[in-house]
């Protein structure tokens, strides 16, 4: 009789325990969403697209444009701002524990890792009208992303797909010539109508089939492969929907954002907090030219750069501003030059946020990369000719013929020069030296005793956290020099 | 989601079916104590089994037994007897008076066991020892109490909490807190219970002990039971205190009066004056030289305005302490019923601070027949605190106050005072002004019913909830400071948890064999809300809620929720209270873990050996027991959702369009799980000469592993956020003894001594994921490692070796390598790498902030109605960082410094008339007197032994004759003197060595004083009186 109680309290008991919900640990976060149970329909793939663009407003009015800046002749030495962060990269020993480093690979990554996910969860996703739009522009991203990784850092890991963390500490580096294959072979994949990009001349920030095209050029370009950018740059050229604009200073006009000079551009917003564009602000604090004032003046121009100019260059003082008037005084500082591309002609909302885009490529990029490969081929080229003469007119500047160019290297070396005057101020200088091996030799003479030019610095050092972490050169190697 | 075990209480009613009963012969009597005043309440139970009965009003009791059971009779503060039943029907005993603690009854966790069969470690606070302390914060009751149990006071604002180490720390970046049991309840803090109805504290420091509470336990379980009251008790206790506080012994800083700064700075100035003046001395006085030269303009423009102000005293006051406790027991036949109320309010030293607390609780149990009972444990609180934030932050006004300028008198005003607008605000007004006002409210409720349907089985179902509601208020008045403009916040947080548990517990005993089990499911949910507002847009000082906002700055609102599901079990096995087997296991599975690491075993076992009641047989050894115990117990203090990869927003605007987005932040990790901490231990508990002598000595050594670590992961997982992740080892190993001696046991005079003695020792054993080593920063400069090998969260410094010569500085050598900018007399750095500069690589590591010693001793005598507490605590072997030392004790211009920093004590003026300053002797060696800016932030200049004994608490008390009383209508009066805090010796400067007030809550940099809020000495005058 005991012995039945029991059991059958104890059956009781067990009924009640066994009673459980399977659902009961199962708890998703309530004020945020997961990466388990987002990506689950055509919105919520545009969303995450959306959440990748995002990055790039730091990545490029905060990070990569000046770190390609501080590097070439552009840069003063000398002068800016009181933290060393910036002048380091200009006096070439910076190490590898440099915030440029860090910010620049960690966003480029970061900005990776969204796409991947976008690529991988999109799977999941029923088919729908823009998907193969939102998987083109996903790929061009991340190919943009790889093409700057690689060329700042060389051989970097090459992920396609979300790492997961124990395998995080185990990538190892690819090589170079391997990522550039993959960036060059993406970008060309989105390039034609089919991939679902746009082949209007804008698509108000989006990659069009031209922003692929232009792409993939500029990273051949890199290489020194003339001939494969060429078609590329052809066909953007010959679809006529480009045109430069006849005067220099509307191209840096927030009101011809994504105009027709513009191949493809970052796209910043100052009517929205957070989403403007602080690249213009870096400006002497008093100067009272400039609207709201800057904060500081982090990066000051060369007197190389300024003294280059040809007598009667338009794009000088639109591009740089020589002294400036104090607020505080009225006094006038003389010789004291900072960048104003961006911020001459416009204004911003609060002092650091400016609503002008930071283009990447530019129509005028494309033509003049044309003209380099044309001469390239044969000397001398009309087309050419008739290409770098448009752009030293817009320039305000006498046309050259083949009387002051007379043989191939000599307008090679013009075209080179005035790509210097053209895109002062953005981020090609740098690597127009790099790629056609004139850092040495220019950056040598450029280059003060107290700061001198090694080419172990045409790579970035891998950043010193990451080599940290991961904790094993076999795995993860640090660049020569760092 | 959906309540697993919500039919819990349809279960409990169908088993309310009638009881069985066993014909045996009725055993029956009276029990009394030794002046024959009968005792209700004692325990009878038959030896070997669950089953009993107590005495009645009258001490009368009646039980069935057969005639080879052996009748146990005990009650608390009596010592036990037992008696063969035999033949008789009826015994009647008188009890005699007698402490025997070896018989206490040890709270052990879903149930309890005696003193003596405890086969693990386990310690227990009788709040007895306590009693007519002023304790107001319940963590403060633990200090010198218990062995392996370390209470740290970081703060001494009124209200804050202790930081309680069972121990010592296991993990590297995640709390090591124990979980806390309040009447069955478990629970996240002991914030705002009352002292005054907790009956005992029964802490389980290993997880042997601890493995029944499974995936939470591995920083040991704190069980708090309250106050209920005894069978055939009827009684109103009233207890009443008041008190004076003062800055406890070494927490004044002697700092510099108005003259000796203005002197203090003019030598500054001259200083400058003279190196400015290429080297020489021109003889000239301050007066004569340009204003540039003058430390403070004003004083030489307004020389009437200069005040001399002792900031110290200004910011701090009177304060008053004051208590009031009623309680109501009533205990009836099979029931017991208790509520109290308490009122306890304590000002803070710190001007407008104060902590306020109002409580009220309910106890009940009532066994209505022979198979059911219920019954429910109900407190609610509301506390309330004023100027917590302000004073007590860093670089709060109490620290910002005694840096403050002395000549600037308390009522500075930018309005009326030459000086005008400073950026920070004059810290008396600060603290006047702002209004900083936290309210909480909280309510703890437990109740259960329970049924033994047969012989040894209890059944109990228990139901709870612990509900928290926390409101702040934040108002920055215009001109406070020079920011002209109001300043708003406004917080509200609300965290509730439910608990719905159902236990079995069934005893059996076959003769000398002794079995109990115990098999449990509980399932406890948690949710949390919190939202912030914040603005700066009020039109007006007067109304300062945010109806009068016009725009938010900034705000929040989030909500979380977590689960908890477990199983669990007990076996015991007793054989004659000689050989004591013990198993449990408890299976819990928890929403926070990772979907493919959801469920967690976490087994132990004991065993014990009573060689007092087997092998030996002496009169003089009256307990000897040894034991060994291991098992396994985890932690689980993680967010609620670390496991998953969360999204935030993160929009881009498409041809000045806005998208929305959402990009991950945090890292998936599916794998996440507890931590594991699994110990080994070895016990000895004895007793001596009639347990004149008694106590326990224990080994232990804990491992824990899968250790819950904040990892940086690498950048190509598209996440720079540090992410938590199982990874790393820690070990902790220490012996601890209590030893508890009845000195002098007369009529008279009565005198006992109790000693705890705590050593805890730890080294990180691994880290993985490649990791060498953590380090820990504080204003972005390293200030602590955790290196593999190591012990946890070490100071990793510059090392100081002395002071630079003249001619170190000029004749630079390798040997002997400058900081920069470096005169002679400053602190020389060492070059502890031996590359011949000072570099990131010298620094080293300088010790930890972790105490290796604990040592607690309380001495109690009684004479005649007079009787005395003596508590000491001696904390040793442990470093502490001064960092305040760098504000106030560095020869910096700005700020106040600490008066040996004044004329006297300065050589002026030295070689060819320039006055170079002096060396002298403070802190850990011998400085040149203007180090200021030169040295690095973080050396060992300010590193300090924390070792420290103080003398905690003194108490006298005074209880009056029954006979006197008694005609007044009193059981019982008491009148009482406390004092808290009496002598401290110490060879830190700062106060309090256990101040950690670094800039952020970080296990990383432990031990960072910038200048704590100051402790206390308490002196309070009490009246306990029964009726």
């Given at each position: 009789m005991k012995k039945i109680r029991i059991l059958f309290y104890s059956l009781i008991t067990s009924i009640a325990i066994i009673g459980c919900d399977d659902d009961f640990l199962d708890l998703a976060p309530i004020s945020q969403m997961t990466t388990g149970n987002f990506y689950q329909s055509s919105i919520q793939i545009d969303q995450a697209l959306t959440g990748a663009y995002s990055d790039l407003n730091p990545l490029y009015d905060n990070m990569m444009i000046r770190a390609a800046i501080w590097r070439g002749d552009n840069s003063s030495q000398t002068q800016g701002y009181a933290n060393n962060l910036e002048l380091n990269i200009s006096q070439y020993n910076e190490n590898a524990g440099s915030q440029v480093s860090t910010d620049i690979w960690n966003t480029c990554y970061s900005i990776i890792n969204r796409v991947n996910l976008v690529i991988q969860k999109s799977e999941g996703v029923e088919d729908y009208a823009q998907k193969a739009g939102h998987l083109a522009q996903a790929r061009f991203l991340r190919a943009l992303m790889y093409y700057e990784l690689v060329r700042h850092f060389g051989d970097v890991p090459l992920v396609l797909n979300p790492v997961g963390l124990e395998e995080s500490f185990t990538i190892g580096r690819t090589a170079s010539a391997e990522v550039y294959a993959f960036v060059t072979s993406e970008f060309e994949a989105v390039s034609s109508p089919s991939s679902g990009l746009s082949s209007n001349q804008n698509d108000k920030g989006r990659p069009t089939i031209y922003s692929a095209l232009g792409m993939a050029a500029k990273a051949y370009m890199q290489q020194g492969n003339y001939a494969s950018a060429k078609p590329h740059l052809k066909s953007i050229i010959d679809s006529g929907k480009f045109s430069m604009q006849s005067d220099y200073a509307e191209i840096f006009k927030e009101s011809n954002d994504n105009g027709p000079h513009v191949v493809f551009s970052i796209q910043y917003d100052k009517t929205i907090a957070g989403m403007g564009n602080a690249q213009p602000q870096q400006v002497p604090k008093m100067a009272a030219e400039i609207p709201l004032n800057g904060v500081t003046r982090k990066q000051m121009v060369s007197d190389d750069l300024w003294l280059s100019y040809e007598a009667g260059d338009l794009r000088r003082d639109l591009t740089i501003q020589n002294g400036w008037t104090s607020t505080e005084d009225g006094e006038f500082v003389p010789d004291d030059r900072f960048w104003i591309k961006y911020a001459k002609n416009n204004s911003p909302a609060t002092f650091q946020e400016w609503g002008v885009d930071i283009p990447i490529v530019r129509y005028t990029d494309v033509k003049m990369l044309y003209a380099e490969i044309l001469n390239s081929e044969s000397y001398p080229s009309a087309e050419a000719f008739s290409i770098l003469n448009e752009v030293r007119t817009r320039a305000g500047l006498a046309n050259l013929t083949s009387a002051e160019l007379s043989s191939l290297s000599s307008f090679f070396d013009a075209i080179i020069n005035e790509r210097r005057f053209e895109f002062a101020g953005e981020s090609n200088r740098w690597w127009d030296l790099l790629r056609t091996g004139k850092d040495e030799a220019v950056l040598s003479a450029f280059a003060s005793p107290a700061y001198p030019y090694s080419s172990v610095k045409r790579l970035f050092g891998i950043p010193e956290a990451e080599i940290l972490k991961v904790n094993d050169p076999s795995i993860l190697s640090q660049n020569p020099g760092y | 989601m959906k309540k697993p075990i919500n039919h819990i209480l349809v279960v409990m009613f169908l088993v309310l079916l009638p009881n069985l009963t066993f014909a045996q012969q009725n055993i029956s009597g009276i029990i009394s104590d030794e002046s024959g005043v009968p005792l209700p309440g004692v325990n009878v139970v038959i030896k070997g089994t669950n089953t009993g009965t107590t005495t009645d009003f009258d001490g009368k009791y009646s039980i069935n037994a057969s005639d080879t059971d052996i009748l146990t009779f005990s009650f608390v503060g009596f010592i036990d007897q037992e008696i063969e039943v035999g033949n008789a029907d009826s015994f009647n005993l008188s009890l005699q008076m007698g402490s025997d603690e070896l018989d206490e009854v040890v709270l052990t966790g879903y149930g309890t066991t005696k003193r003596a069969n405890l086969t693990n470690s386990v310690s227990k606070l009788n709040t007895e020892s306590l009693v007519d302390r002023p304790i107001m914060t319940l963590g403060e009751a633990f200090s010198g109490q218990l062995a392996g149990v370390y209470a740290q006071?970081?703060?001494?604002?009124?209200g804050a909490e202790f930081n309680i180490k069972v121990r010592g720390t296991n993990s590297i970046t995640s709390g090591s807190n124990p979980l806390y049991i309040i009447d069955g309840m478990p629970v996240e803090s002991m914030r705002d219970i009352n002292i005054g109805d907790v009956e005992s504290i029964d802490v389980l420091k290993d997880a042997s002990a601890g493995a029944i509470y499974g995936a939470r336990a591995a920083g040991g379980v704190v069980i708090i039971k309250t106050k209920q009251a005894k069978t055939g008790e009827t009684k109103i206790d009233l207890d009443v205190y008041t008190g004076m506080e003062a800055i406890a012994p070494g927490n004044a800083l002697d700092m510099l009066s108005g003259p000796e700064y203005i002197e203090y700075r003019e030598w500054g100035q001259t200083l400058r004056y003279i190196n400015d003046n290429g080297g020489v001395y021109d003889g000239t006085t301050i007066g004569e030289r340009s204003n540039k030269y003058h430390p403070r303009r004003w004083w030489y423009t307004n020389p009437d305005d200069i005040a001399d102000t002792n900031w110290q005293e200004a910011i701090t006051q009177q304060a008053i302490r004051r208590n009031y406790q009623v309680s109501i027991f009533k205990g009836v036949e099979g029931g017991n019923f208790m509520i109290s109320s308490n009122y306890n309010a304590t000002d803070g030293l710190v001007v407008n601070t104060k902590y306020e607390r109002f409580s009220f609780r309910a106890n009940g149990n009532y066994k209505i027949n022979d198979i059911v009972s219920a019954g429910l444990s109900l407190s609610t609180t509301v506390s309330r605190e004023n100027g917590r934030r302000e004073a007590e932050r860093k670089e709060g006004a109490y620290m910002r106050a005694i840096v403050a300028d002395p000549t600037i008198p308390v009522d500075f005003n930018h309005r009326n005072h030459p000086l005008g607008l400073i950026d920070n605000p004059n810290p008396v007004l600060q603290m006047l002004n702002i209004k900083d006002f936290g309210k909480r409210k909280r309510s703890l409720v437990t109740s259960y019913i329970s049924i033994q349907p047969i012989e040894g089985l209890d059944i109990k179902g228990q139901f709870g909830f612990d509900i928290e509601d926390f409101t702040y208020d934040w108002f920055k008045p215009m001109w406070v400071n020079k920011k002209a403009r109001r300043e708003a916040r406004n917080e509200h947080r609300n965290d509730n948890k439910f608990l719905y548990q159902l236990t079995a517990t069934y005893n059996l005993s076959l003769g000398s064999h002794n079995l109990d089990f115990l098999v449990g499911a509980s399932a406890e949910e948690q949710d949390w809300e919190y939202t912030f507002l914040d603005s700066w847009d009020f039109g007006s000082d007067d109304i300062q809620t945010f109806n009068a906002a016009t725009a938010f700055r900034n705000w929040d609102d989030y909500e979380m929720e977590a689960s908890l599901q477990s199983y669990f079990g007990r076996a015991v096995y007793n054989y004659d209270d000689k050989y004591l087997v013990n198993f449990t296991i408890r299976r819990d599975g928890s929403s926070k873990f990772g979907e493919n690491n959801k469920w967690g075993v976490f087994p132990a076992a004991s065993v014990a050996w009573r060689l007092s009641n087997d092998i030996i047989d002496n009169p003089n050894i009256n307990q000897l027991k040894i034991r060994a115990s291991w098992g396994q117990a985890g932690n689980d203090r993680i967010g609620a959702y670390s496991s998953f990869g969360q999204l935030s927003g993160s929009n881009y605007s498409f041809g000045n369009s806005l998208s929305y987005g959402f990009a991950p932040s945090t890292a998936s990790n599916p794998d996440l799980s507890w931590e594991t901490t699994t110990t080994q231990g070895l016990g000895i508990d004895f007793g001596f000469f009639g347990n004149k002598i008694y106590g326990s000595l224990d080994y232990y050594k804990n491992v824990t592993s899968d250790v819950l670590l904040e990892v940086e992961l690498p950048a190509v997982t598209g996440l720079t956020q540090a992410s938590v992740l199982n990874s790393g080892e820690v070990e902790n190993w220490g012996w601890e003894l209590e030893l508890n001696t009845n000195n002098i046991d007369k009529e008279d005079f009565f005198w006992s001594s109790s000693l705890n003695f705590t050593n805890n020792e730890n080294k990180v054993t691994k880290l993985g994921y490649g990791i060498d080593q953590i380090i820990g920063t504080s204003r972005n400069q390293p200030t602590h490692r955790t290196m593999v090998g190591r012990p946890l969260h070490s100071y990793y410094m510059y090392k100081t070796d002395g002071i630079y010569s003249e001619s170190d500085i000029s004749n630079p050598s390798e040997d002997r390598p400058l900081i920069k900018n470096a005169v002679p007399g400053n602190p020389a750095i060492a070059d502890t790498d031996g590359d011949g500069v000072i570099g990131i690589g010298d620094r080293t590591e300088l010790g930890n902030n972790t105490p290796d010693y604990i040592i607690g001793f309380t001495n109690t005598f009684r004479y005649k109605n007079f009787d005395a507490r003596i508590l000491t605590t001696a904390i040793l072997d442990f470093k502490a960082y001064w960092f305040f030392g760098r504000y106030a004790d560095a020869g910096q211009q700005g700020r106040n410094q600490l008066s040996i920093w004044a004329n006297g004590a300065r050589r002026l003026p030295s070689t060819n008339g320039v006055p170079t300053g002096e060396a002298y002797t403070a802190g850990n060696g011998t400085f040149f007197k203007e180090e200021g800016g030169r040295l690095p932030d973080f050396t060992d200049r300010w590193l300090y032994d924390g070792d420290y004994i103080r003398l905690k608490n003194i108490t006298i008390g005074y209880t009056f004759d029954k006979e006197i009383i008694d005609q007044i209508g009193m059981k019982n009066l008491r009148l009482y003197m406390s004092a808290d805090n009496v002598l401290n010796s110490t060879k830190y400067p700062g106060g309090n060595p256990e101040a950690n007030n670094s800039e952020v809550e970080n296990t990383l940099t432990t031990g960072v004083d910038y200048a704590g809020y100051p402790l206390s000495r308490v002196v309070t005058f009490g009246l306990r009186a029964t009726f």
């Open positions: - | 006071q970081s703060s001494g604002l009124p």
